[in-house]
């Protein structure tokens, strides 16, 4: 079954620092990658999303994020973080050329931006 | 920019109640669904719609949850017999039939229901 994991359950980090959140998902074949991101009192905003080819892809509000396959991760990267960043950030896996078109998310990462 | 819509924002029922909760998708998608997020925890899958009918339901989704598209623009979650349990975020989404366009899933902002 597909699952997806979060390791880090809560990340501060300095404004203006860069930012790492880990994601590790698990799954048969090549899945569909997203980030989505809930500011408080807000939806699911889509961050990004992996289909497939290039492994590098470019999000909104300057997040990108890199599908490795060998680790079977999909990390989410940003050089410099900005107050308004501060969010929790979920990480979704949809099983490709399935039966299914749920996603199946992670338990989140908040991340909190300090001055 | 199109966007999906929920109403209301936030519900308290008390335990036993009926409620229905209220979606406006996205006006040309076709796929809705429904997710949860019991506080804490992950969001989950509970349903999904396409062509007037239930395509795929989680074992969340029993005897007590329904759905219904009651008309070109709405999409509700009714639950018949609210428990404690049921006290969550819902969320729902849609996207376009077709490949990956499927999987681009946009949602609302949610409905918290509390359940006392």
């Known amino acids: 079954a597909q699952s997806v994991t979060q390791p880090d359950i809560h990340i501060t980090v300095s404004e203006g620092a860069s930012l790492e959140l880990r994601c590790n998902y698990s799954?048969?074949?090549?899945?569909?990658l997203f980030w989505y991101v809930q500011s408080p009192g807000q939806g699911l905003q889509l961050l990004l999303k992996?289909?497939?080819?290039?492994?590098l892809v470019q999000g909104i509000k300057g997040f990108e994020a890199e599908f490795k396959r060998s680790q079977s991760s999909f990390n989410l990267r940003k050089p410099s973080v900005h107050w308004s960043d501060a969010a929790e950030y979920f990480c979704?896996?949809?099983?490709?050329?399935?039966?299914?078109?749920?996603?199946?998310f992670g338990t989140g990462t908040l991340l909190a931006v300090q001055p | 920019e199109p966007e999906v819509t929920q109403t209301p924002s936030h519900q308290v029922t008390q335990m036993g109640q009926e409620v229905i909760l209220r979606c406006v998708p996205i006006?040309?998608?076709?796929?809705f669904y429904w997710y949860r997020q019991i506080l804490g925890q992950k969001v989950e899958f509970l349903v999904s719609?396409?062509?007037?009918?239930?395509?795929?339901k989680s074992e969340i989704f029993d005897d007590q949850f329904s759905v219904e598209r009651p008309d070109g623009s709405n999409f509700t979650l009714k639950i018949r017999s609210t428990k404690l349990e049921d006290s969550a975020m819902y969320f729902c989404?849609?996207?376009?039939?077709?490949?990956?366009?499927?999987?681009?899933?946009?949602f609302g902002p949610g409905t918290r229901l509390t359940v006392t």
């Open positions: 989404a849609s996207s376009n039939p077709g490949g990956i366009n499927l999987y681009e899933q946009y």
């Open positions: 979704a896996v949809g099983a490709k050329g399935g039966a299914t078109n749920k996603l199946i």
């Open positions: 719609f396409y062509n007037n009918e239930i395509s795929e």
């Open positions: 006006s040309n998608h076709l796929y």
């Open positions: 799954y048969g074949a090549t899945p569909y």
């Open positions: 992996y289909f497939s080819g290039d492994t």
